[in-house]
């Protein structure tokens, strides 16, 4: 059977569901739900669910889809651009930033030194160990 067609029947389906929610929004939240519940089943081997399912994915997609449809008052678009400027004459100006890696909370920090034409001087680079970001920025 090609599992193609009837995918994409159900996500671009305009049929609207209860409540005038659509059904692709219906049909996608089922299709993670099993995901989940099935990928549960594989590495937790539990036998029945112990819910009701239909439930449980009704009161998501309603969430959802009342939340994601908030009506918002239209604003006037400002355009802002924003660039590096050099320093006057004479001076250097000197631009740091500090990161961190989640996963294993290391924290560096570097930085360029630049001049008035926006030539690179000098820099830095310099591993922090480990911290929080507010350490690596600060």
Not at 27 to 42: A, G, L, S
Not at 49 to 59: E, K, P, R, V
Not at 60 to 80: L, Q, R
Request: proline residues 4%; hydrophobic residues 45%; neutral net charge.
């Amino acid at each position: 059977m090609d599992f193609q067609p009837w995918l994409r029947v159900n996500l671009m389906s305009k049929i609207v569901w209860a409540d005038g929610i659509p059904w692709n929004l219906v049909f996608v939240f089922t299709c993670w739900y099993i995901w989940k519940w099935r990928n549960h089943y594989v590495f937790h081997g539990d036998e029945e669910l112990a819910f009701d399912s239909i439930q449980i994915i009704t009161a998501a997609v309603k969430e959802w889809f009342k939340t994601s449809n908030v009506s918002f008052t239209k604003c006037a678009k400002v355009e802002a651009w924003f660039a590096w400027e050099p320093p006057p004459a004479g001076v250097f100006k000197l631009n740091v930033d500090g990161s961190r890696k989640v996963a294993s909370g290391h924290i560096g920090g570097g930085g360029v030194l630049r001049d008035v034409s926006g030539d690179w001087c000098s820099g830095f680079a310099v591993n922090l160990g480990k911290g929080q970001i507010l350490e690596a920025e600060l």
